[in-house]
């Protein structure tokens, strides 16, 4: 084998072994919460709202995403693997990642919560956050999930495009409360945005255009 085909013959080979390992690293579709406001009169004062103050947050799940149906009932899916969480309240970012989204179902004013467990406080309330008494923001809207089997529901969930307005800040603990209202005590647009995350069609045409480049160099 002459020196220009086995120079070409390696460079073919790092191009077709690139690209696959551009296709298996390629990431799976995800899903985009977001949203911003100003707390109401009426909010508790904790590490994450306060009476008048803006708030603002975002964070990514996969999608579709495992998740726990907390009730076996379809009602509530808990769901953990959560990136890029980002929070601020009247401008300072609060480092505090939460620990579960969980989404209701429209029986339980759909919409979702983030939780958290720990790393925070609900002064007005005299609450720590922990296990025992998990504080969370609940977002009130549409049902913003779907899945492919009947509860209880083992599946990975669908996460689905929506917006809502009405957000509130409380604690669930036994002897505390779980806020369910949905006119909530802050204003604000939450919004839902599913992305589909394009093949990694690139590393695979560059391959092919070496195996073009290849076969014309050995005509001659």
Not at 55 to 75: E, R, Y
């Amino acid at each position: 084998m002459g020196r220009f085909m086995r120079k070409h013959l390696c460079l073919l080979g790092m191009m077709l072994g690139l690209a696959a390992l551009g296709a298996a690293g390629a990431r799976a579709d995800s899903a985009t919460i977001s949203g911003s406001g100003v707390w109401g009169s009426g909010a508790p004062t904790s590490t994450w709202s306060a009476p008048g103050e803006t708030w603002s947050f975002s964070l990514i799940l996969p999608n579709p995403v495992s998740a726990t149906d907390l009730v076996n009932d379809g009602t509530e899916m808990s769901v953990t693997d959560i990136t890029s969480f980002s929070y601020s309240l009247a401008g300072v970012v609060v480092n505090i990642a939460p620990s579960a989204v969980v989404f209701f179902s429209s029986d339980l004013n759909g919409g979702f919560d983030v939780q958290f467990t720990s790393g925070g406080v609900d002064t007005t309330n005299g609450i720590t956050c922990s296990l025992a008494s998990v504080c969370s923001l609940n977002i009130f809207g549409g049902q913003l999930f779907s899945a492919s089997t009947p509860p209880p529901i083992t599946t990975p969930i669908t996460i689905l495009s929506g917006t809502a307005t009405n957000v509130d800040f409380d604690y669930t603990a036994s002897n505390g409360k779980d806020d369910t209202d949905p006119t909530g005590t802050g204003v604000g647009t939450i919004s839902v945005t599913p992305v589909a995350t394009p093949e990694p069609v690139t590393l695979s045409l560059l391959a092919l255009g070496a195996l073009g480049l290849f076969a014309k160099r050995g005509k001659k």
